[in-house]
């Protein structure tokens, strides 16, 4: 039992208000408890779920219950059995949450007063971010129709995609919601006042041009954003807070809300910024907040990590100088620490004494005083590993690896070990070499099912699927657990001339890199297997269906119980059943991470190493702390492409003319002292979470220590003097052998072959058979249908190899959501044919049933009207005796470089065939009307002639026998198009003659008189 010390009892007057300001693990927590169980105890009337209780993150809370519950069942509490009881049954409905939970339940208790949806969802950081960016495409897209001259004045000197980015840094979440004229107004006033400071006046005057064309184009995105959240019933983080401060406005309801929440309790308070507060304060009195008495109040300004959510440290900071009546509130400081052991606190006084205490924003520290003994066990408690410079990550994991086995062998139990790592992404290697190693783990902030480590690594591997010549997406996939490559591997695998893909397609054929000979044979082994496996599933992909391929991988992954993957199988399945298109059911299922935090499921209770990011372990301890990336470098230039909160936008056309932002570089230094600072309190809440043992991880850095500007984690130890004498972790080398062997290799090894057999004649007739069997054609260069048409329509000043480039790594996905956005409603009338036609239907009521199945779109007339004609119209092709098929079909082309097979895959809507011949239909949604017809025919041409080559071989049959018609769903009107045989010829030798090696040279800035953004846009129909 905690027997508190006198100062700690100070803070359980329940009669006053209670400010306590104490550094880490001085027992705040713990007394927010105990006060907690005080007011039960003395209120016999006082409902538990009347006591709201404010932290910060989800898990403090959890944590929270459970330290309740644990008192409870422990006995260790002063409540009488039947108040024991009754608290017991509402345990898991006590009013312990984050800001934005409690604003959530009082917006469902009171949906009408908010004037919102009463069945409003509350989107996830991802889903918003992702709704924003749907809101910038559309808003750009009709700003070039329109031909808009703030989009144009950008564009002239920005592309595209970097508007998009300066947009998205304005829009983020971390920044207040712009869609306020103040705010705006506040913004372009300072750039204004940035600018002023710039001698040049050619540049203030563009700067400030630049800026209100940004502003005015970001408010166009924020009013859609807001419109689509509206028509949706959505929620984000700032409406959440910002619609109960307006149910806060009612009398009516403030009343009931502060009688119902009579005491108030917040953790972390030093990270509450000033719309937090004013919410809590209208909880009290907004007037007067102190005087109901019913406030405690919790921090530690040392720990304040959260500026860049717009957190106010120096909110606290004024409460606790305000002078209050003696009988209304108290303050307490406390400096004793309960949490960790003599040489950790030894440790965090001499670091932080020094580095807290100095800089721009210094803060007084007083020093710790540790109450546990000293460990009785001979293990060092405070290390350093420190690789040398030329290390690199993976080294950096293997060595944390065998400091937490020796923090395992030496009795600390997994669950009680913690990496914290200013980022992610570091992490999620640890978490690798860890598994690697058998080494549970538990991966924290994965609440969303797809976000969890397994769906991300399989939803990834469908991208390298879909874009094998992504080099990036693919060494991630070599490197996850589905492959388990190493970084070694990797650059044995890149260090060739040729691409990733090509590296990999050669080693199935026993042809190897340069540095093949350095590798020991298991390795080749190893490496020789992964690159079978993903290169026969490469294949698989191109024809087969997504849920065959996927469900087939999955089944042979062992590493995940399938009780975890069932959910995900099962949504493939789905997909695979709603989606009939081939191409939108790959696209749909990388969509998948994005979709919805419906699925949210609390990671099992998971006994593992505890991997988290430090602003996650907030509150937290563990008997074993490591610190790891202890060189990652601070961000200084807050890795957005503006500085936006409240430090104003900082276009310049200094860094169009000489790569240098002058602006931005002037705030950076402005901003860089108040970064340095924040990034001294995160280090010192990382070291404060250990209780028995704490390492401190990285890789040396290269440059020399600048104390005025320290960069990363290891120069605040360098630049602490007494931190060198620490001992340093050697790891030892028994642990050296990797005793975990790739995933797959006990597996069969997949033909590539093996998938044909499965697919009917009918369905894909013989072409990509000649790809495969004959023996050595050169590994094929994979394009689509719509690849090949933009290469060959591309504007002349777009290079063939930049655009390719461009295809071939992420421009080709920001195309295709380009496109996505705009045929989005097209897109039913694929999936209605498809369903239609693949369940046979052949009456008129079939075609009623069909739409019923769609079921987004039923209650919109139009598009009702739209589909009914356009099946209507199927089915007259249905009675005259035809077969309709949908048919999915893979060309291959030889270039004229002979090294070079492009295989070109593609899906034709429908095919008609009869006894005398083959008839290809395309639907085209386009929203064109009948006048243009003839012109918009035109722009089909190479797609068709594709179409027609395709059937005209797997087919066998003439040219002639093969006639092509087009759908305009938009105005009800077939369209043939005829083709001659030299038309066949010209194309395909305008295909064999793409040259894949052709040098790039970036095209000249240029802007169409029409089209705007001609040079980022090459699916422009001007271009
Ligand atoms: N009087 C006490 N005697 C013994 N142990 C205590 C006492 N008060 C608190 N502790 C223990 O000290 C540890 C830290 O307490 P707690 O988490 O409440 O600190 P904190 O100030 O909230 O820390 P942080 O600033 O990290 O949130 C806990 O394990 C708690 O059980
Ligand atoms: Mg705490």
């Known amino acids: 039992m905690i027997k508190l010390t006198s100062i700690q009892k100070e803070a359980l007057d329940i009669h006053r208000n209670v400010l306590i300001e104490a550094g880490a693990g001085s027992g705040k927590t713990t007394i927010m408890i105990e006060r907690f169980f005080k007011l039960l105890a003395e209120n016999p009337t006082l409902d538990p779920q009347h006591i709201l209780v404010i932290t910060f993150t989800k898990l403090a809370a959890a944590e929270l219950k459970e330290r309740v519950q644990h008192r409870l069942v422990t006995g260790n509490h002063p409540l009488s059995p039947q108040r024991e009881q009754s608290l017991l049954n509402v345990l898991h409905h006590l009013s312990f949450s984050t800001i934005d939970g409690f604003c959530a339940t009082v917006l469902r208790d009171m949906p009408l007063l908010a004037k919102i949806d009463p069945h409003f969802t509350v989107l996830s950081a991802e889903e918003s971010a992702l709704r924003r960016d749907d809101a910038i495409d559309d808003t750009l897209r009709q700003l070039a129709h329109a031909t808009d001259t703030h989009y144009r004045t950008l564009l002239l000197y920005y592309s595209k995609s970097q508007i998009k980015r300066f947009l998205q840094s304005l829009s983020s979440s971390q920044a207040p919601a712009l869609n306020n004229n103040t705010q705006q107004e506040t913004l372009y006033q300072q750039a204004l006042k940035s600018s002023q400071s710039d001698s040049d006046t050619q540049v203030t005057t563009q700067s400030i041009q630049w800026t209100k064309a940004l502003l005015y184009i970001n408010e166009k995105v924020q009013k859609l954003y807001q419109q689509t959240k509206n028509q949706d019933g959505c929620l984000d983080y700032h409406d959440l807070l910002s619609k109960t401060n307006d149910i806060l406005m009612h009398q009516d309801a403030r009343r009931y809300l502060q009688q119902r929440y009579a005491y108030i309790f917040v953790d972390e308070f030093q990270d509450t910024n000033t719309t937090q507060w004013e919410l809590i304060q209208r909880l009290c009195d907004p007037f007067s907040p102190f005087s109901p008495k019913k406030l405690c109040i919790v921090g530690d300004i040392k720990q304040s990590i959260y500026r860049f959510r717009g957190a106010e440290p120096y909110l606290f900071k004024s409460l606790l100088t305000t002078s209050y009546p003696d009988h209304e509130t108290r303050i307490v400081h406390l400096s004793d620490n309960f949490r960790s052991s003599p040489p950790i606190i030894q440790c965090i006084n001499n670091l932080f004494s020094s580095l807290l205490s100095t800089g721009e924003h210094p803060i007084p520290y007083t020093p710790l005083q540790s109450h546990q003994r000293e460990p009785s066990n001979s293990h060092t408690p405070v290390m350093t590993s420190f690789l040398p410079p030329e290390s690199c990550l993976d080294d950096e994991c293997e060595s944390l690896t065998h400091w937490i086995m020796t923090q395992h062998q030496s009795g600390t139990n997994w669950q009680d070990i913690v990496v914290l790592c200013r980022k992610r992404a570091p992490l999620i290697a640890l978490s690798q070499v860890l598994s690697r190693h058998n080494i549970p783990t538990h991966f924290h902030g994965e609440t969303d099912y797809f976000q969890r480590q397994f769906c991300i690594d399989i939803i990834a591997l469908a991208q390298s699927l879909r874009h094998p010549h992504d080099t990036m997406t693919v060494s991630g996939i070599l490197t996850s657990p589905l492959f388990n490559l190493t970084y070694d591997d990797l650059y044995v695998l890149h260090h060739t001339d040729n691409s990733l893909y090509t590296t990999l397609s050669l080693l199935t054929k ?385 270039a004229v470089n002979p090294s070079f097979l492009y295989r070109i895959s593609g899906r034709i809507d429908l095919v008609s065939i009869t006894d005398d011949a083959v008839t290809i239909i395309d639907i085209k949604t386009d929203q064109v009307d009948q006048k243009v017809l003839d012109n918009r025919v035109s722009h089909y041409r190479t797609q068709m002639l594709l179409y027609v080559r395709a059937v005209s071989e797997a087919y066998n049959r003439p040219l002639s026998k093969v006639t092509c018609q087009l759908y305009f769903t938009h105005c009800r009107s077939w369209k043939k198009i005829a083709f001659t045989a030299s038309d066949i010829e010209d194309l395909t030798s305008k295909i064999q003659n793409i040259d894949l090696n052709k040098k790039s040279s970036s095209p000249a800035i240029e802007v169409c008189n029409t089209c705007p953004i001609y040079k980022v846009n090459p699916l422009c129909p001007e271009g």
């Open 510 to 894: 026993q042809s190897y890199p340069p540095l093949w000979a350095t590798l020991e044979q298991h390795d080749q082994e190893r490496i020789q297997y992964a690159a079978k496996t993903w290169m026969s599933w490469v294949d698989r992909s191109c024809y087969e269906p997504i849920h065959t391929v996927l469900i087939d991988i999955i089944h042979s992954y062992d590493s995940y119980s399938m009780d975890d993957l069932s959910y995900l199988i099962q949504h493939i399945q789905t997909i695979e059943t709603i989606t009939p298109s081939h191409a939108e059911q790959w696209r749909q299922f990388s969509l998948l991470p994005y979709q919805s935090s419906r699925y949210t499921q609390k990671a099992a209770s998971a006994i593992g190493v505890n991997l988290m990011t430090i602003h996650q372990s907030k509150g937290l301890e563990f008997h074993a702390v490591a610190i790891m990336n202890g060189h990652g470098r601070f961000n200084f230039s807050k890795s957005d492409s503006l500085i936006t909160t409240s430090h104003g936008t900082c276009l310049s056309p200094a860094a169009v003319d000489e790569g240098v932002n002058r602006l931005k570089h002037d705030l950076i230094q402005k901003l860089q002292p108040e970064i340095i600072a924040e990034e001294k309190r995160l280090f010192y809440v990382a070291c404060t979470r250990a209780i028995s043992a704490l390492l401190l991880s990285g890789i040396m850095p290269k440059h020399a220590l600048n104390p005025e500007c320290p960069t990363c984690f290891i120069d605040f130890i360098r630049m602490t003097p007494g931190m060198e004498t620490l001992p340093s972790f050697r790891p030892s080398s028994c642990l050296n052998e990797r005793n975990q062997l790739p995933l797959f290799q006990t597996q069969p090894d997949p033909s590539p072959l093996s998938s044909e057999k499965q697919v009917s004649e009918k369905q894909a007739p013989s072409l990509f058979k000649t790809a495969f069997s004959s023996t050595d054609v050169p590994s094929p260069v994979m394009f689509s249908v719509g690849d090949i048409e933009l290469i060959l329509s591309c504007p002349k000043k777009y290079h063939q190899r930049s655009l390719l480039q461009t295809l071939q790594s992420h421009g080709k996905e920001s195309i295709d959501a380009f496109r996505m956005t705009a045929i989005r409603q097209g897109m039913m009338h694929h999936h209605a044919v498809s369903y239609w036609i693949r369940n046979n239907c052949t009456t008129e009521a079939a075609i009623n049933a069909t739409i019923d199945t769609l079921s987004p779109y039923k209650s919109d007339p139009i598009i009702q009207d739209e589909l009914h004609q356009t099946l209507s119209e199927f089915l007259n092709y249905n009675n005259q005796e035809t077969t309709l098929t949908e048919w999915p079909f893979t060309l291959s082309i030889f």
